[in-house]
């Protein structure tokens, strides 16, 4: 079988491929035999296990060859399935098993490989629903990435080769592999199509789409419904800058926008609030062809593709077009905001001509011809400069903000593809500049020959005059040095820079891809969108893909963003964090406005901190209505300091929790002293508030406010009494020692309206007088709930808006106790709408918390539904970014269970092992796989050291870095169990056994 190994890892020869391919202008001289339609990068590939029977070693080479690739395989044989997974689980490389399924072609036995390499049943020999290996193998894994039929490829015997095949007919016989690419082989010609495999890849290099369809988010086609919604989803952004993924020529509903993070101007909604600025337009890149216009709406396109690679940060389009002259024409695309230098944007572009020479037109473009949704055009005037060594565009608003944007496209030759930089015109191609009033282009005419790429490569350049004094000299210059770099070396970089991110946050989830899959696209936002080195900014509820909220902040950031920025990326947390600190000022003038005290921060926040909240707004019916949260939703003040006060405690940030922590506690803790009274009752009401229950306006003792107000007033005490905060904050707020004892006393008298006969807590004050509600009588709905019901119904009953008791339960756990929170999670979900996207998440990390194994996969599922399913039916206006954030906090706190543990509660478990000075905590890990959850591995940041921690059903196992040791403690019910003081660069297991779990035993590998 040495022909296979030779075709599979010989060196490629380049031969043209017939105009009927839609992938590829060459190929290698094995292949030009090879059907067309095997001219197509597949990503899931079924191989008739009888191929690989003469050789294990040259079946563990190909297989690892594909799995390289990111290739999804299936072996399917008549027998032996078991003796075959466990062969090669030996024979194939471990980085690529979890991409290899084994499994019977008319039987149900399948099997999977576990992250240590062992085969892991799948399914059963009889299942009991009758279904075939491939069935379950295309249920479990294969339809919840979503991977399309057309990406398939099933490999069967030759017939004339003498391989014995699986059935009569081979796998083309599969009822279920209906739609795929069916193909026969021998050996030597498995080894042409490997070869070909990877010389497509090899090929379009940076501009290949990834074949792991578990990083990545693919659209096909080209709808113009969905386009506004497409545009979100696949959005770059490096949380300076977020461009949405319009088309680069534009269509007729395209909505190209790019904005700037922290930048706000006017809006010309009715209330005039602030909206973030949309940038200059860098992303357009127009191509005619033969002078016929490219455009993906056009009849004439065979293919189109968007493909959001995750793992590279990068957005990534192919297009196979038949002009009206009857020009076939492959086109590839790739955009990216880098990562390694977040002023720097880069665009990519590569044209192959199927069955002519002729010649094309590159416009590549910066455009101030910019509105935003509203209808405000941001910019005053510009000022275009095409004398200079790079394309120059120099903005200013109204509000007085200079930008300047530089553009420079090359056109790199074929031998340019690795090393350094291209020159500039290689023969053939004509450029030339042109400049308007408020845009600039560069313009490229480029002959093209038949079956030959040409690529093309353009940076462009970002600065403000909010980074520096002078933005066009910045931007000149750094175009200057990105002109110097190879295309492949600037992209590198920015992948680099991604894959650092990854290492510290990646989710693995084996028997869950669609889960795995939607936290990668969430982490992938949450990364973009936030940006570790500006604390002026903060992330929109929309990030930076949308103008929804016009990029308002709101309590999502710290509620369900700064908890996985706090243990994946502090640095990110710390600048939100700051971000609260620097508007300060603007909590305070709204406190006093109302009357109060201390620092009441805005519902909705821009760049002062001032309330953005419209005070009216007019519905889609024309009616206007006022909007109360910014006067009401008063429990965003403890939202921030609750999340202030969990980063100090995780990341042990000294010098922020003594001083702006400090400072934000103290302010929001004066608020609430000075909000809540002392009735005759002696208890203390917060009265006529908004809870997150929005539904509901004006109440009383909201549970969710009056709670977190609470842990507010205790958590500043708490810094006063035990010196935290630094002497000159004190000072300068002119704290006494009378309103200390006032926040305890306020705290102590809180009203928590939890029944302590029902263990119960009352949502607000009157809420269990109100007209039941059940959700499942509206299971089957048309509009919002509460439009259904009307607004005075709405108000009149049960029905809640979104997690409010049940949002308590997931951030104040160890404060409600234990015998409640069931009780109130089966009381409030029932009667929950789920009318805002914060919702879902929130009650999968409950149910999961609380083994409640059926609602937690059904919220799983809505909460990765959202933006990839856009079931809110809104992500046109741009991805919902905090519901990302509650996916990854439904893992690592639900799932995983992490938690903090009193060191108290280790002192016996761990006698030898005393706490580090201001380390009063340790980790706690309490997990709650759910069914069908073979394995998660999560990393988390705490005080300095990174934990991975990996949850099996039957054991957890942990890994540290860093630079001291760690105490860890499993829990059980809530009870600490075995604890380990973990040391840096060791692995420990704990197993389960009888019920509960054995001591830790350390279980590193050299």
Known sequence: MSSLLESAAGPPILARSGPGSPGVASAPAAAIRLPAELHHRFRFVAIDAGLLAESADAAAALLDALLAMGVRVALLAREGVPDLARRLARGVRAEGRRRLFVGAHEGAELYGFDRRGAAVALAAAAEPDGRSAMAALLAQVIAPLRIARHDWLAISPDPGGGAPAAGARGLRGAPELAGAIHATAGAQR???????????????????APRDAAWSIEEPGFDVAREHEIESLLAIANGYLGSRASLPEGSRVSRPATFIAGAFEPSADVSRVPELVIAPDWGRLSVAIEGESFSAETSGVLHHRRALDMRRGVLLRECLRRGEGGHLTHLHTLHAASLANRHVLVEALSVAPLNFTGTIRVDAILSGDVQSASGAAHWERFAADASAESLLLVGHTHGGLVTAMTSHLRVLPEQAAEGSPAPEAPEGARCERAEGARSIAERCDIGVRVAERTRLFRTTTLHTSRDTPAPREAGEALQAELSRRAMDDLLGEHARAWAERWRRADVEIEGAPKIERALRFALYHLIGAANPDDPRCSVGARGLSGEAYRGHVFWDTETFLVPFYTHCYPEAARALLLYRHRTLAGARRKAKALGYEGALYAWESADT???????????????????????QEHHISADVAYAAHAYGRATGDLDFERGEGAEILIETARFWASRAEIEADGLAHIRRVIGPDEYHEAVDDNAFTNWMARYNLRAAAAVVRRSVARDDVLARLDLRPEEVDRWCDVADRMALGLDPRTGLIEQFA??????PFSIADYAVRSAPIDVLLGRER????????????VQLLALLWSAVPASARRDNFLYYEPRTAHGSSLSPGAHALVAA???????????????ADIDLGNTMGNAAGGVHIAAMGSLWQAVAFGVAGVTRVPWSALAQRLPHAPPR??????????PHLLPGWRHLKIPLFWRGRALEIHVEDDAVEVALEGSAPLPICLLDAGAPGPAVLAEPGRRYAARRSGGGFQPWEEVTTC
């Not at 009157?766 to 007209?771: A, D, N, P």
């Not at 709405?794 to 008791?805: F, G, L, N, R, S």
């Not at 918390?849 to 809505?862: V, W």
């Open 190 to 208: 498995l080894g042409e199509i490997l070869a070909l495999q990877r010389e497509l890849d090899r090929e379009l290099g940076a501009l290949a």
């Open 609 to 631: 901190g001032d309330e953005t909240t419209p005070p009216l707004v007019v519905t889609p019916f024309g009616e206007v209505v006022r909007v109360l949260s910014g006067e």
């Open 766 to 771: 009157g809420y269990f007088r109100l007209e």
């Open 794 to 805: 709405t108000q009149a009953c049960q029905v809640v808006k979104q997690a409010d008791v």
């Open 849 to 863: 918390r609380l083994d409640l194994h059926a609602h937690a996969e059904r919220y799983f599922d809505q909460t």
């Open 917 to 926: 000075a201001g380390e009063g905590e340790a980790i706690g890990v309490e």
